[in-house]
């Protein structure tokens, strides 16, 4: 029964195109691969025994190295500053397998990925990988144009091969651009997107990246005019290794034509600061709260809608060079400064972590995306709880994930070293019991620890 609804899925894809679509697909189809990989789920009930999570997604195979182009989805992980949430698996995917269009079956490696472009890049294990597809990257899609889809479906299908024609509706943010198009997206995770004559032009994914869901009916599209540099040069992770993306270190919110009027100031058009985060560039170069930045390198602001600052953030986070003038409006008056753009601080899924397997919880530096998720000042000391062993002497005590830790036995917690070496001093006295001076939300409040290691 499947063998026979596969044919009739590559039936449907090629009835109304004449006779080029099943070239297309014999010719594609070599480029296209299905990985197999597990993802650790970090849960709050254990911390020896993690559950791992078999995940699928598809691939393509480009150019004569073995590198393979998938969605950023394989490591879930938000490695930019803002972009992550507050919990969430800081493990690289682990027993990458990928299925070759022959059958083969061959081991990959995580090499890196970039959260701006959605994209993820993983290596075949082998000396002479098979040569994959040549992107053309001068193709610049216009909305109306008329492009084919090719990915594989899901298991239940057998992983057969889909084709399918679109047409761009929309496009999204301008120095990243994303092109939208209304589609088939059952199964869909990852796709090739070609010409009318099978010429490869780009990737194409659902909003999840992951097999059989979709947060919309909408096809995302980016193109390799765009990806062109990561294709040649695809980001490599090293675990605390900062990128070269810029910050500003604001929060802001667009200053709308209402707000405006509110002001008087209905000639202002650009982006309105609600936060500065302390040691931040915008901090250093004196712009403040409730400033209306206009432009930025030179180049206007305009933000209408939240959906306005996508390009204004990526505009700081690409920046060519380490400063920029930045233009803006206060109380009435056009201002300008120069602001020195400095690296993208670290989110927590890069950031230390030490694990004390006496007490049964996990904790791991402060940084400024908890601190902001938090609503706490950016001055803040401490070590946060990542986890906490169910059933363990910590959370029978009370200690829950999120707690910020500040004292242990009334000494000050400020870094990882500091708790390492109080650490030490537990283990080599073996107190009863051991006082822990914890922040839960606004409040503060002491938990006591049985110490199963303490001398009887």
């Known amino acids: ?237 090293t675990r605390k290794k900062r990128d070269n993306k810029k910050w500003l270190g604001i929060t802001m919110q667009p200053f709308t034509r209402a707000m405006a009027r509110y002001y008087s100031a209905d000639s202002i058009n650009g982006i309105l600061i609600n936060t500065i985060m302390e040691g931040s560039p915008a901090q250093q170069a004196g712009l403040q709260i409730g400033d209306v930045i206009t432009s930025l390198g030179g180049i206007r602001v305009i933000a209408e809608k939240y959906e306005d600052m996508d390009d204004f953030r990526d505009r700081i986070r690409s920046f060519p060079r380490d400063s920029a003038e930045v233009r803006f409006w206060r109380e009435g008056s056009l201002l300008k400064a120069m602001v020195h753009l400095t690296a993208t601080p670290i989110s927590q899924f890069l950031a230390d972590s030490y694990e004390i397997k006496s007490l049964g919880f996990s904790v791991k530096a402060l940084t400024k995306d908890i601190l902001l998720a938090k609503n706490m000042d950016f001055d803040t000391h401490g070590v946060w709880i990542s986890q906490v062993e169910r059933a363990g002497s910590a959370d029978l005590s009370g200690l829950r994930i999120g707690d910020i830790l500040l004292k242990i036995n009334n000494t000050p917690i400020e870094t990882l070293d500091n708790l390492k070496k109080m650490m030490e001093t537990i283990d080599r006295e073996k107190p009863d019991y051991i006082s822990l001076f914890i922040r839960r939300g606004a409040e503060t409040q002491f938990i006591f620890i049985k110490n199963l290691a303490a001398r009887r």
């Open 1 to 237: 029964m499947k063998r026979i609804l596969t044919l009739l899925i590559l039936i449907s894809s090629t009835l109304h195109a004449g006779n080029a679509w099943p070239g297309i697909v014999q010719q594609s189809r070599p480029y296209l691969v299905e990985i197999e990989y597990y993802e650790a789920m970090d849960s709050p009930e254990s911390l020896s025994k993690k559950r791992e999570v078999k995940r699928q997604l598809s691939g393509i195979l480009f150019g004569d190295e073995g590198l393979i182009i998938t969605h950023s989805s394989i490591f879930p992980a938000q490695l930019n500053f803002l972009n992550a949430s507050l919990y969430g698996s800081s493990e690289l995917p682990r027993d990458i397998t990928v299925r070759l269009a022959d059958g083969k079956t061959i081991p990959a490696t995580f090499v890196g990925k970039d959260d701006d472009y959605h994209v993820a890049f993983i290596r075949l294990d082998m000396k002479k990988p098979p040569r994959g597809v040549k992107f053309n990257t001068r193709y610049r899609p216009q909305i109306g144009d008329k492009l084919l889809l090719l990915h594989l479906l899901n298991s239940s299908y057998q992983n057969a091969p889909h084709l399918q024609e679109l047409r761009i509706n929309a496009v999204q943010q301008q120095l990243r651009p994303l092109y939208l198009a209304d589609g088939e997206t059952r199964a869909l995770s990852f796709g090739l997107v070609m010409n009318g004559k099978g010429v490869p032009l780009g990737v194409a994914y659902t909003r999840t990246g992951s097999m059989g869901t979709s947060a919309s009916g909408l096809i995302r599209m980016r193109m390799a005019s765009a990806l062109k540099e990561l294709l040649k040069n695809p980001p490599v992770y």
